[in-house]
T-cell receptor, first 113, second 113 residues
Framework: AQSVTQLGSHVSVSEGALVLLRCNYS??????LFWYVQYPNQGLQLLLK??????LVKGINGFEAEFKKSETSFHLTKPSAHMRDAAEYFC???????????FGAGTILRVKS | DTGVSQDPRHKITKRGQNVTFRCDPI?????LYWYRQTLGQGPEFLTY????????KSRLLSDRFSAERPKGSFSTLEIQRTEQGDSAMYLC???????????FGSGTRLTVV
């Protein structure tokens, strides 16, 4: 079965600092991996996805993630945090064409001015 | 393309009552998914449809829950005899197979009192 572990339920960074949100996955077959962002009382918005092409994936709003098979990781980064990045971020894994996503518990990102 | 629409946005109901939620997916999408999200957790898969066929149901979907997608377009999720433990955000998403990326709606927040 697939699973996702997000290290750190809360991450706090200063505006302009590097954002690093950690995600490790478990899957017995090559996975598809996703990062979603959720603002309060809203649905989830897709930031980026890895589907076995390039291991470095660029997404919206300046975010990117790198698939590292040897480390079973898919960490999300952004070089410079903005106040508007404050939200909850979810990593997810799926197999077999994405019929079902398994989500991590989420990481709340706080951006300090 | 107006995105995935969910109605209502909020629902407060008394324990024991039945509730029904509606989801209108992106019109050209053939897959529709229901997820449940409780406070502080990532979304959990409930069920999904390809066109009008319900192809998978989670064990989370007890016999009090039923989902339909009668004409392969909109879908409804009904919860009978609601319990306080049903209080959650119910999220709908759609996709066009084989693209594994979903588009989520804004969700229906259910509160059972």
């Amino acid at each position: 079965a697939q699973s996702v572990t997000q290290l750190g339920s809360h991450v706090s960074v200063s505006e302009g600092a590097l954002v690093l949100l950690r995600c490790n996955y478990s899957s017995s077959v090559p996975p598809y991996l996703f990062w979603y962002v959720q603002y309060p009382n809203q649905g989830l918005q897709l930031l980026l996805k890895y589907t076995s092409a390039a291991t470095l994936v660029k997404g919206i709003n300046g975010f990117e993630a790198e698939f590292k098979k040897s480390e079973t990781s898919f960490h999300l980064t952004k070089p410079s945090a903005h106040m508007r990045d404050a939200a909850e971020y979810f990593c997810a894994v799926s197999v077999y064409g994405g019929n079902k996503l398994v989500f991590g518990a989420g990481t709340i990102l706080r951006v300090k001015s | 393309d107006t995105g995935v629409s969910q109605d209502p946005r909020h629902k407060i109901t008394k324990r024991g009552q039945n509730v029904t939620f509606r989801c209108d997916p992106i019109s050209e999408h053939n897959r529709l998914y229901w997820y449940r999200q409780t406070l502080g957790q990532g979304p959990e898969f409930l069920t999904y449809f390809q066109n009008e066929a319900q192809l998978e149901k989670s064990r989370l979907l007890s016999d009090r829950f039923s989902a339909e997608r009668p004409k392969g377009s909109f879908s409804t999720l009904e919860i009978q005899r609601t319990e306080q433990g049903d209080s959650a955000m119910y999220l709908c998403a759609s996709s066009l197979a084989p693209d594994p990326g979903y588009t989520f709606g804004s969700g229906t927040r259910l509160t059972v009192v």
